[in-house]
């Protein structure tokens, strides 16, 4: 492959980051790639590790890039953007990897400056895992990630991302912003939102020991606990800056978990096994789509069905 970018500043170093900055080194996708943490502990570690040039300051890592990519909580989009624009050079495009993309065009938006192009984006790729040690090159591999430019992004820009994002092994798609976060509360957000509050309830009820729940796990709780142990700062900025989707999807939720309670009330046998055949299929349509395995407990190696 050849040289994308000269320069690609990466402002937070977390598993989306970390696993960026590898790939681009795997396929000499730029010259050089810089970082910067706020915490000291995880630039250590990302030095440590040999992730990427790391900077002492924002403003140093992004001095001279021709990309700068926000992989920070959602809601600390608008400050570091705040804080890098006077030292963006003329012409660099500003991506993100937010998981809620109206909320952080509206953060960013007013502090880029003239001659900067943003390109908003989202690869929907990662695990419960996070900090510069999780992250592997192979992350983006036949995962989307979704651009939603806006209506004046400039043309190069966006197409020079997308051979970017492309060659890191990820396949692109656009669509705008509001459509993209209520997408998204259906797929992602509200997923992770019953998955915390389904460890919780196990948490909450005494007359299950915390031994039996850890001891007895069978494949469904094991993962929604593997979701919910996903970077609680993140996902806490995603409900806060995704509230009418995702308020929006739970109440549909809410709505269908009372379909099923009156059908296991009644005892309507016939309702739920439709109700389990219609949804089964949208599990095949995933498989079928490559987006996951139709090997036991998500595919992680050497498991056994349960």
């Known amino acids: 492959?050849?040289?994308?970018?000269?320069?690609?500043?990466?402002?937070?170093?977390?598993?989306?980051?970390g696993s960026m900055a590898l790939a681009i080194r795997e396929g000499g996708l730029a010259r050089e790639v810089t970082g910067f943490a706020r915490s000291q502990a995880t630039r250590d570690v990302a030095c440590e590790i040999d992730l990427c040039t790391v900077c002492d300051t924002a403003a140093e890592a992004v001095a001279g890039a021709d990309l700068v990519v926000l992989a920070v909580p959602v809601g600390a989009m608008g400050d570091v953007m705040a804080e890098i624009a006077p030292h963006l050079a003329p012409g660099a495009t500003v991506t993100d990897v937010g998981s809620v993309k109206q909320?952080?065009?509206?953060?960013?938006?007013?502090?880029?400056?003239?001659?900067?192009?943003?390109?908003?984006?989202?690869?929907?790729?990662?695990?419960?895992?996070s900090g510069p040690r999780a992250g592997f090159a192979s992350l983006f591999r036949n995962r989307w990630w979704l651009l939603t430019p806006l209506p004046d992004s400039d043309a190069d820009a966006?197409?020079?991302?997308?051979?970017?994002?492309?060659?890191?092994?990820?396949?692109?798609?656009?669509?705008?912003?509001?459509?993209?976060?209520?997408?998204?509360?259906?797929?992602s957000h509200a997923p992770h939102l019953i998955a915390y509050t389904m460890v919780g309830v196990a948490d909450h009820l005494r007359r299950v020991s915390g031994e039996e729940v850890i001891?007895?796990?069978?494949?469904?709780?094991?993962?929604?606990?593997?979701?919910?142990?996903?970077?609680?700062t993140m996902w806490r900025d995603v409900f806060l800056h995704n509230k009418e989707a995702t308020l929006d999807i739970l109440g549909r939720f809410t709505e269908e978990l009372f379909v099923l309670q009156r059908a296991i009330r009644m005892g309507d046998g016939q309702q739920l096994h439709d109700y389990f055949t219609r949804t089964r299929a949208i599990r095949r349509g995933i498989i079928e789509a490559g987006q996951d395995t139709e090997a036991p407990d998500f595919g992680r190696p050497g498991a056994r069905a349960t």
């Open 1 to 17: 492959m050849s040289v994308i970018y000269d320069r690609v500043a990466l402002i937070g170093l977390g598993l989306i980051a």
């Open 103 to 129: 909320s952080v065009i509206d953060a960013v938006a007013p502090h880029l400056p003239a001659g900067v192009h943003f390109v908003p984006g989202h690869p929907l790729a990662g695990t419960e895992h």
């Open 158 to 187: 966006i197409a020079r991302l997308d051979r970017l994002i492309t060659a890191l092994g990820a396949k692109t798609d656009r669509m705008e912003a509001p459509h993209h976060d209520l997408v998204l509360a259906v797929t």
């Open 215 to 232: 001891q007895y796990s069978a494949a469904g709780f094991r993962d929604f606990t593997r979701i919910a142990a996903s970077d609680p």
